[in-house]
């Protein structure tokens, strides 16, 4: 629960964050004309929205289980972040190309360029701050593994969403000024247009990204690599167990379903069998507590 409590506040930061930033560029848009300008203000309007989904998915996760989906609802996350995936790669990447080029095929001059500067500086700011937040988050379940490996491995969606988010931001805004900042030096409008374009693309690349590690978490996958290993070390050093045959695992949001086959040491009577097997998955549980289902099946083959 605690992972799921930090994982909510990230969230709600980020949503603050990116709606004062909306407003904020959406202002230096109008009154500057330019395209960059607008490209960011629809991004962080996108980013905005998408943290209201990913709110709806942890309200929704969190639905205790019934007849109907009987390992509870906590895949509806994964559901939720790849709308957020969607709606990054549509209204954030594929808009943000479309404003740079219709700006490419009809430049127009920038007007008071040094206000959408100090709204790109105020957001760079707020942004950091947002993802100061959420790698603060990352840290506390990452543990030595790069940031990459990290973000390839993690179980954690709504994480994997906005720390994807939060990045692109703070390139996207890096490119907007810069953009601004061409145009500005050069009296040239085609660098904002093209600035645009480029934070359209990338948008789409992070979308994309994201989309496809979120994906994977819906079709179904397993704990993570090391967290496998470790399981796997505990339960070959349980003297009650002779041989393991197998271990499954599930990911379902914030917990976890495990499977395991093995022969025990002592087989002796079913009811011998049944206390010992409860006093491995006792252990076993509070080696790790986000284990919410545990089914042991005591055999003496594959």
């Known amino acids: 629960m605690s992972d799921s409590s930090g994982s909510l506040k990230t969230i709600l930061f980020a949503l603050g964050a990116n709606t004062a930033i909306a407003a904020a560029k959406a202002a230096a848009a109008v009154v500057t004309g330019s395209g960059a300008m607008f490209a960011e203000a629809i991004h962080s309007t996108a980013d905005a929205g998408n943290q209201i989904l990913l709110l709806l998915g942890v309200s929704r996760s969190r639905k205790p289980p019934s007849a109907d989906a009987p390992l509870g609802y906590g895949k509806e996350i994964y559901f939720w972040s790849f709308i957020v995936a969607l709606m990054l790669f549509s209204v954030g990447g594929l808009v943000s190309i479309n404003e740079g080029l219709h700006k490419l095929q009809n430049p127009e001059p920038l007007s008071h360029p ?7 500086v105020f957001a ?3 942004e950091g701050a947002a993802l100061r937040t959420c790698l603060q988050q990352v840290n506390k379940t990452r543990g ?3 940031l990459w490996r990290w973000f390839r491995e ?8 906005i720390f994807g988010e939060d990045l692109a931001a703070l390139v996207g805004l890096s490119l ?10 050069t009296g040239d409008p085609m660098y904002d247009a093209l600035g645009s374009c480029a934070i359209g693309v990338l948008l789409v690349l992070v979308a994309i990204l994201v989309g496809r590690e979120v994906k ?24 009650e167990i002779n041989e393991l045959f197998n271990l499954l695992t599930l990911h379902m949001g914030d917990d976890v379903m495990v499977a395991i086959k093995a022969e025990m040491s002592d087989p002796g009577s079913a009811v011998g069998v049944a206390r010992t097997i409860n006093a491995v998955e006792a252990r076993f549980r509070e080696a790790f507590p986000e284990v919410t289902w545990l089914f042991f099946e005591p055999d003496i083959k594959d």
């Open 216 to 239: 994977e978490l819906l079709v179904g996958q397993g704990v993570e690599p090391r967290v496998r290993a470790a399981m796997l070390q505990f339960l070959e050093a349980q003297p």
């Open 154 to 161: 993690s179980r954690q969606s709504e994480l994997i969403v």
């Open 176 to 185: 907007a000024l810069a953009a601004i900042t061409a145009t500005l030096i």
């Open 144 to 146: 030595s593994q790069p």
């Open 114 to 120: 040094f206000i959408a500067i100090g709204v790109l």
């Open 124 to 126: 760079m700011f707020a």
